[in-house]
Nanobody, 117 residues
Framework: QVQVVESGGGLVQAGGSLRLSCAAS????????MGWYRQAPGKQRDLVAS???????NYADSVKGRFTISRDNAKNTVYLQMNDLEPEDTAVYYC???????????WGRGTQVTVSS
């Protein structure tokens, strides 16, 4: 069974940093495209950053220059380094994995990020 587990969320002050991790099991990690999404209360779930099998990255305009997505295939883990956090970044952050071979997508339960003023 495929499992996706996010970690690293927490409470920080504006201007602080957090690093989120997403560990996957039950999949061939090197064949996956990956994305970090976030959802604030009452809002839709939006893509924050993505990284392809070939390590090409993409970012939402709101986080460009502040967030960095990376992957470590040897550790079956994808990261989201978040710097210069703003209260507007407060949300539940979700990791999504897309299996290129099967066409299936897998989601974690999410991890809460709260940024205070």
């Amino acid at each position: 069974q495929v499992q996706v587990v996010e970690s690293g969320g927490g409470l920080v002050q504006a201007g602080g940093s957090l690093r989120l991790s997403c560990a996957a099991s039950g999949v061939i990690f090197s064949s996956l495209n990956m994305g970090w999404y976030r959802q604030a209360p009452g809002k839709q779930r939006d893509l924050v950053a993505s990284i392809t099998k070939g390590a090409s990255t993409n970012y939402a305009d709101s986080v460009k220059g502040r967030f960095t997505i990376s992957r470590d295939n040897a550790k079956n883990t994808v990261y989201l380094q978040m710097n210069d956090l703003e209260p507007e970044d407060t949300a539940v952050y979700y990791c999504s994995l897309y299996d290129i071979s099967s066409g299936r997508a897998y989601w974690g339960r999410g991890t809460q990020v709260t940024v205070s003023s």
